[in-house]
């Protein structure tokens, strides 16, 4: 497919805020998907040296 402009190209023959859109809710979703499992590691090492903590500390 060719576009004669950049405005076309955005445009994609007056489909662009259905297309743009999907993008933008794929690119979303992948991003969560990468960062939900380290901010989840993050918390889980959290919360585990606080209980070592509370375990050394009686």
């Not at 489909?15 to 998907?33: E, K, P």
């Not at 901010?39 to 585990?48: D, F, P, S, V």
Request: proline content about 2%; some cysteine.
């Amino acid at each position: 497919m060719s576009f004669a402009s950049f405005g076309d190209f955005l445009a994609m023959g007056h489909h662009g805020l259905y297309v743009w859109t999907s993008y933008g809710i794929c690119l979303a979703v992948l991003a969560f998907n990468v960062a939900a499992p380290i901010l989840a590691r993050k918390r889980y090492l959290q919360q585990e040296a606080r209980r070592l903590r509370r375990e050394n500390s009686k």
